[in-house]
């Protein structure tokens, strides 16, 4: 006589718990897109009223600064490229895993977009 084992499932978290976990990181990345949304209006008003500004003086055309869009742009992308990418690495996981990774992704998200919030003044040196 040979005993069959039953297969052993990984019960899949509850659904509510998840979905809880995405709106909460979901509205904290949301955030931190819009601040970079206006760091990209306040940074590109400066520079263009400093520029406005030298061309009425005898600053002339060497003073002037161009804005780093590459560096405003890639702030904004930031947020939602690691929203995503947490979401779909824990697209099948326990509720445990996905509260850690939702986590370290907000963190890593903070970290380099805090930087370039830092960063893109400094490129500027009014």
Not at 11 to 17: K, M
Not at 56 to 77: C, F, H, M, Y
Not at 80 to 100: D, I, K, N
């Amino acid at each position: 006589m040979t005993a069959t084992t039953p297969a052993v499932r990984r019960t899949p978290s509850p659904l509510v718990a998840r979905i809880v976990v995405w709106v909460v990181f979901g509205a904290l990345f949301a955030y931190m897109t819009v601040q970079s949304v206006g760091n990209l209006v306040t940074v590109s008003q400066s520079v263009s009223a400093f520029n406005t500004f030298l061309e009425t003086t005898s600053g002339g055309s060497s003073l002037q600064r161009s804005t780093p869009w590459g560096w405003l742009v890639l702030d904004i992308a930031i947020a939602p490229v690691a929203f995503v990418v947490a979401l779909w690495v824990t697209r099948r996981s326990r509720l445990a895993v996905t509260v850690g990774v939702f986590l370290v992704a907000f963190a890593a998200a903070g970290a380099l977009w805090l930087d370039l919030q830092l960063f893109v003044p400094r490129l500027l040196d009014f």
